[in-house]
Structures are given as structure tokens and as C-alpha cells.
């Protein structure tokens, strides 16, 4: 489920180019795709810059993309990294209404990936203006438990650093200014939301709705 996000509505010359690309010439038929898009910003919440760069790829307008995400920290290193091979979604640009604001096959996935798709990213770099308001529904917060435990578990943490990360999710939710990171499924639905959690060092999930 798409989960909802602050947006910062101050004028920000990267949207503009975002418009442009959409809006401006149209690609030629059969040509490569092969775009960047970066923005810089405090995504760990400690004061630091991280940079943001999503790398879209395609054999052309006609062809499905593929798309990766990494996120590197203030010295260079990479602190996250996601790929997405969007084969199994490409029949869906041609459906009136899987993206908002256009039609068409070709409006569409110019739409959705050099506009829709790094907007919903780079708003991960906006904190919040207010502590998570369902942080106090037992409900919820027994799933942050257990979304963040088997996701941990995964990478091969021990249970005493487990604890310590759930403890510093908890934490960070319960007071203005965290972020939190969005990465979208397709045009529909995003992935659990992500927080940094600076103890173990990685983005961890903490809900599924």
C-alpha cells in the first residue's frame, strides 16, 4: 500500500528539471534509455549528507526498464542499494488511470519514471514535521517488532543488536523529524517504509500495513 509522505513545497530546481524531461522533446524511436537522476540531502537524520541516485535503464521507450537505487553516505560509501526489473509491469502504462495525470503508453512511463518515480524517492530526504501517529497502537507497534525482526534476522544479526536496532526504531518514530524511505513497487504501491537505524547500519523496514 502506498504509504503517505511530507513533501517539501519550497521551490526546488530538481523538480524543475524533473518537468522538463517530461515535458520537453520527445525521445526518438528506438533509442536507448540510460538516465540519472541525484539529490542530496540528509536521509540518515545525524546531520550528514547522503546522495541519492537512481539509474534508469531501458532498450528504448518501447521496451520494459530496469532501475536501481543506491544511497552513499558523506564519505562515498554505500549505504543502500535496491534493483528493480519492471518487466512484469510495462502492460500496465498502456491502463487509463495506472498513472495519474496522463495517457497513453508512452505519456505515461515518461510520466512515472523521469517524474512520479524520483519524486515519491528523493521525498524520503523531507523529515517529518510530527512523531508517527500510529506508533501508539499496540497493533502496530507489535508489527514494527516483527517486521523489523525477520528483516534483521535475514542479514545475520545477533539477537542482542536486534534488540537494540527495534529499541532505536522506536525511538526515532516517537518524535518530529525522522525520515523515512520510500521505494516504490510500481506506480500503485510502495515497499514497507525504511528507517535508518545508525547501530547496525542499514535501512530497516518497520511496518507492513
Given at each position: 500500500?502506498?504509504?503517505?509522505?511530507?513533501?517539501?513545497?519550497?521551490?526546488?530546481?530538481?523538480?524543475?528539471?524533473?518537468?522538463?524531461?517530461?515535458?520537453?522533446?520527445?525521445?526518438?524511436?528506438?533509442?536507448?534509455?540510460?538516465?540519472?537522476?541525484?539529490?542530496?540531502?540528509?536521509?540518515?537524520?545525524?546531520?550528514?549528507?547522503?546522495?541519492?541516485?537512481l539509474?534508469?535503464?531501458?532498450?528504448?521507450?518501447?521496451?520494459?526498464?530496469?532501475?536501481?537505487?543506491?544511497?552513499?553516505?558523506?564519505?562515498?560509501?554505500?549505504?543502500?542499494?535496491?534493483?528493480r526489473?519492471?518487466?512484469?509491469?510495462?502492460?500496465?502504462?498502456?491502463?487509463?488511470?495506472?498513472?495519474?495525470?496522463?495517457?497513453?503508453?508512452?505519456?505515461?512511463?515518461?510520466?512515472?519514471?523521469?517524474?512520479?518515480?524520483?519524486?515519491?524517492?528523493?521525498?524520503?530526504?523531507?523529515?517529518?514535521?510530527?512523531?508517527?501517529?500510529?506508533l501508539?497502537?499496540?497493533?502496530?507497534?507489535?508489527?514494527?517488532?516483527?517486521?523489523?525482526?525477520?528483516?534483521?534476522?535475514?542479514?545475520?544479526?545477533?539477537?542482542?543488536?536486534?534488540s537494540?536496532?527495534?529499541?532505536?526504531?522506536?525511538?526515532?518514530?516517537q518524535?518530529?523529524?525522522?525520515?523515512?524511505?520510500?521505494?516504490?513497487?510500481?506506480?500503485?504501491?510502495?515497499?514497507?517504509?525504511?528507517?535508518?537505524?545508525?547501530?547496525?547500519?542499514?535501512?530497516?523496514?518497520?511496518?507492513?500495513?
Amino acid at each position: 500500500m502506498r504509504q503517505l509522505y511530507p513533501r517539501d513545497m519550497r521551490p526546488n530546481p530538481f523538480v524543475a528539471l524533473i518537468g522538463f524531461l517530461v515535458c520537453g522533446p520527445g525521445i526518438a524511436q528506438g533509442t536507448a534509455i540510460d538516465r540519472f537522476f541525484a539529490k542530496s540531502g540528509d536521509i540518515t537524520g545525524d546531520g550528514s549528507q547522503s546522495t541519492l541516485t537512481l539509474h534508469i535503464t531501458g532498450e528504448s521507450m518501447s521496451a520494459s526498464f530496469k532501475w536501481s537505487l543506491t544511497i552513499s553516505d558523506s564519505h562515498g560509501a554505500m549505504i543502500y542499494r535496491v534493483n528493480r526489473d519492471d518487466t512484469r509491469l510495462d502492460h500496465f502504462f498502456r491502463d487509463d488511470g495506472y498513472v495519474t495525470g496522463c495517457t497513453g503508453y508512452e505519456n505515461c512511463k515518461k510520466r512515472y519514471y523521469f517524474h512520479d518515480l524520483p519524486e515519491r524517492i528523493f521525498a524520503s530526504l523531507v523529515p517529518s514535521s510530527q512523531a508517527w501517529a500510529r506508533l501508539s497502537d499496540e497493533n502496530v507497534s507489535r508489527d514494527i517488532r516483527e517486521t523489523a525482526t525477520r528483516y534483521l534476522q535475514a542479514q545475520g544479526l545477533p539477537d542482542r543488536a536486534i534488540s537494540g536496532a527495534i529499541n532505536e526504531i522506536c525511538s526515532g518514530l516517537q518524535k518530529p523529524g525522522y525520515r523515512q524511505l520510500i521505494v516504490p513497487i510500481s506506480a500503485v504501491q510502495d515497499a514497507p517504509p525504511m528507517i535508518w537505524v545508525a547501530s547496525v547500519r542499514l535501512f530497516v523496514p518497520f511496518y507492513e500495513d
